[in-house]
């Protein structure tokens, strides 16, 4: 008996997440003589539970799918939505009511640490009440910090933009031959991977950005206020890169000097504010021309510099899942493993989803150098392979083409 697909998106969306949902869409469509529809939920679970859904495998053309692949965001919508830690809440009964009724076989949840966790809690549910109903995440992350898995699809678009933008902010703060000083707040709450990857950003020795900061470090001012002293003595315009979760020796966030830090939905603190606090400290010890840059979610949303080879590898993610799925699995997440680093290739596996979720993967302690205000050529190693290639966009008017749902 055919069974049908259901997918969705949630958390935070990255410049490839709709790829993956491409894979899914696509590779269900393939499977005609076991799956009969491919649903997307609208704004994720949220949206399901308030029966938002659309038929994709039906009312999406083969030309609009192309289009969903390179447009950034997430198409059908995202959410934050959290799933209660007792299974015995009324709100499962509900979601798998809600599933039976769309003659659901296969759940896809494309996201990153939260969402394996609504993967996870599903999977669990499921178990206990002997549902037949498969369940499989999909990673996608720009924080790259997902537990077993080499790398994320969407970090390789992120980090390229990053080191882009990086790269063009320092050209520019070097036109003038006076001591200054510019700071680039980059995303990142307690792991540090995205920062890490303005390192790429130097063209040369001793090229900008002089310092990095990531959240794996202790931040001292003392100990900084050295360190860009140093700088400044070796070149009038330095680049600093800070991550937005830098901390004290005390655990205090740096954005905290400001009290800007608020909560999400989540319980996670909302961190903004640190490229700002370093400025000032700047300012009031060096009395220098300085400035802040929060590049904020620019790092997420841009596609026109995308990775293809991040694409290709989040479109894998999407289809590799549903081919897993297909085949009898539940309670996975699919996953990455880097099989060679010259040539670079990688293959797919599937990981218990219970390993993965709620917990981060940090920046490897090894790879952060020059008593942390640095990043070592190994993680340049690392991430190059995961930035290469470029796309043809689609252009109208001088303006890239995006596909947009239509409510």
């Known amino acids: ?39 997307g939920m609208v704004h994720g679970l949220e949206g399901f539970l308030k029966d938002d859904y659309l038929e994709l495998s039906e009312d999406l053309t083969q030309k609009e799918l192309e289009l969903i692949k390179l447009t950034p965001a997430a198409y059908l919508g995202s959410c934050r939505y959290k799933l209660p830690g007792d299974l015995t809440s009324p709100v499962y009964p509900t979601v798998f009511e809600k599933l039976e009724a769309l003659e659901i076989g296969y759940f896809f949840y494309i996201g990153g640490n939260d ?20 369940f499989v995440g999909i990673p996608k992350t720009i924080d790259n910090d997902l537990m077993l898995t080499d790398h994320t699809p969407g970090y390789g678009s992120a980090a390229k933009y990053v080191a882009s933008t990086v790269r063009e902010i320092s050209l520019d703060a070097s036109v003038y031959n006076q001591p ?3 700071i680039i707040e980059l995303m990142g ?31 001292d001012f003392q100990a900084f206020s050295e360190d860009l002293a140093d ?54 010890r060096f009395n220098i021309k300085v400035r ?39 309670g996975k997440m699919v ?23 709620n917990q981060e993967k940090t920046f490897p302690a090894q790879w952060i150098t ?6 070592s050529p190994e993680f340049v190693d690392y991430v190059l392979p995961l930035i290469q290639g470029e796309l043809k966009h689609p252009m109208k008017q001088g303006l890239p083409l995006y596909a947009f749902r239509r409510s």
């Not at 969402?115 to 498969?134: E, F, H, P, Q």
């Not at 205090?252 to 640190?274: P, Q, V």
């Not at 997420?300 to 699995?329: H, K, M, P, T, Y």
């Open 1 to 39: 008996m055919k069974k049908n697909i259901l997918v969705g998106q949630s958390g935070g969306p990255t410049a490839v997440i709709n790829a993956s949902l491409y894979g899914v869409v696509v590779e269900g469509m393939e499977h005609l003589d076991e799956v009969e529809h491919v649903y």
């Open 115 to 134: 969402s394996m966790d609504t993967v996870s809690k599903l999977s669990l549910y499921a178990d206990r009440i002997g549902s037949s109903i498969r």
């Open 180 to 182: 200054a000083v510019t």
């Open 189 to 219: 709450r307690n792991a540090g991977w995205l920062t890490a990857a303005s390192v790429l950003a130097r063209q040369h020795e001793g090229d900008n950005p002089l310092l990095i900061y990531l959240p794996e470090s202790v931040f």
């Open 231 to 284: 700088a400044l003595r070796r070149q009038p315009n330095v680049v600093v890169c800070v991550s937005e979760g830098i901390a004290d020796s005390s655990g205090r966030l740096i954005c905290e000097y400001n009290d800007e830090a608020k909560l999400d939905s989540f319980g996670h603190k909302m961190l903004t504010g640190c490229g700002k606090v370093v400025e000032n400290f700047v300012h009031n």
């Open 292 to 330: 802040s840059v929060e590049v904020n979610v620019s790092q997420r949303c841009s596609s026109l510099i995308s990775s293809a080879a991040d694409v290709e590898e989040a479109v894998l993610a999407g289809s590799f899942g549903v081919r897993a799925a297909l085949e009898g699995a539940t």
């Open 335 to 357: 996953s990455f493993a880097r099989t060679c680093q010259d040539p670079y290739t990688l293959q797919c596996s599937l990981v218990d989803v219970d390993q993965v979720c």
């Open 370 to 375: 020059g008593h942390g205000t640095d990043i």
